[in-house]
Every structure is written in structure tokens, then in C-alpha cells.
């Protein structure tokens, strides 16, 4: 009777561990496999504001999407107008970045150099607690017109936070500050339905 039972519980425990196996497996799937909603002739027009005592100056990004094959993008950055103190800035070499439809460059990871840095994350990282290298989701809140997972990094003397919409997981905002200077960014224009409150 005792073997019987030995039995049982190890069946039963097994049984637990195979089915916490399997659902482990899936769920990793799931986010390895997660496809970015990206596609041809999207765009994000982002407004950069710099500031500080007696600063008032802005620059606006473009960034567009090209369809290079069945598996991936090219992501185009350009500067669409300024004022005076970012001329230097918007005459610098933009690269065209080549992303695969999981938003990954050909480093495999996510494509994140600032501006306007990564601007998509895939839905399990848009909890409290979730990682991106070194950066953290460390809050949701409300910012702006949106719903956001904050996300934070920064160094000695700088605070940085980029702001990404809980829905659609794309950049809606970003701001980076240092000794009382430093720069904002907003989402002004897209072609992602109802990703800015005011089209719906």
C-alpha cells in the first residue's frame, strides 16, 4: 500500500514537473518569437527639446521603415527641421539601419542607439521589473496622453527615461537631464492607429 502511494506521488510529481517544463518552453517561445508590428511606410516624427537657463531650442526626427526583403527593414533616421543650435546635429551622417521583423539588428539585439534609441519593446517586457541590458522597467504610469512602462538608465550626475506606450509597446516620449540642463523628446506624428490620442 505505501509502495502504491510512493508511487503515486512521484507519477503526480513528475507529472507537475514535465507540465512546468512545457509551459516554460512555450512562454519562452513566445518571446523569442514575438514579431515587431512594423511594416511598410511607417513612420514617427519625434520632437527634441533642448533645455536650461536661457535654452529654447528643438530638433524634429523622421524615422521611416523600407521594406528590404521578407525578413527585413531598413529603419531611415532623419532630421526634419531645427533651430539655429542644432544645425551641427542635423547635418551629421544618419545611417540606415537594417532591422529583421523582430526589431533586431545584425548584432541580434534590439536596435538601440540614442537618437531616438529603441523604439519599440515586445509586450513581456512592458511589466515592472523587466530588464533591457543594463536599463529597467521600474514603473507604469501615466505620462503625457499616454499609458507607459518607464524605462531607467542613466550614469553619475544624469537621469534618462524613455517612456513607451503600453499597448502598442512603441517610444512615445524620453528625457534626459544633467545639472539642470537637458533634453526632452515627443512623439508629434505617426501613422499608428490611435498610437496619438488626438487622430482617434
Known amino acids: 500500500m505505501e509502495k502504491t ?3 503515486h506521488v512521484m507519477r503526480s510529481a513528475l507529472l ?3 507540465c512546468f517544463i512545457a509551459t516554460f518552453q512555450i512562454q519562452c517561445a513566445q518571446e523569442e518569437e514575438e514579431i515587431a508590428p512594423i511594416h511598410q511606410g511607417l513612420y514617427f516624427n519625434y520632437r527634441y527639446t533642448l533645455y536650461g537657463p536661457g535654452v529654447n531650442q528643438w530638433l524634429t526626427l523622421n524615422v521611416s521603415f523600407e521594406k528590404a526583403d521578407e525578413e527585413h527593414f531598413w529603419m531611415r533616421i532623419t532630421p526634419v527641421d531645427s533651430t ?3 544645425q551641427g546635429f542635423t547635418h551629421r551622417r544618419w545611417e540606415n539601419v537594417l532591422v529583421d521583423k523582430y526589431f ?5 539585439d534590439y536596435y538601440d542607439l540614442d537618437p531616438p534609441g529603441q523604439i519599440w519593446i515586445p509586450r513581456h517586457k512592458r511589466k515592472k521589473g523587466a530588464r533591457l541590458k543594463e536599463r529597467k522597467i521600474f514603473r507604469i ?3 503625457d496622453k499616454w499609458d507607459v512602462c518607464v524605462l531607467s538608465g542613466g550614469s553619475v550626475g544624469a537621469t534618462m527615461e524613455w517612456y513607451y506606450d503600453t499597448t502598442t509597446g512603441f517610444l512615445v516620449g524620453s528625457h534626459m537631464s544633467s545639472m ?5 523628446c515627443q512623439l508629434i506624428e505617426t501613422n499608428v492607429p490611435g498610437l496619438l490620442p488626438l487622430q482617434e
Do not use: L, N, P
Request: charged share 25%.
Open 5 to 7: 502511494y510512493t508511487k
Open 16 to 18: 507537475i514537473f514535465w
Open 84 to 86: 539655429d543650435r542644432f
Open 104 to 108: 533586431k539588428s545584425k548584432s541580434g
Open 141 to 143: 504610469k501615466t505620462w
Open 180 to 184: 539642470g540642463a537637458g533634453v526632452s
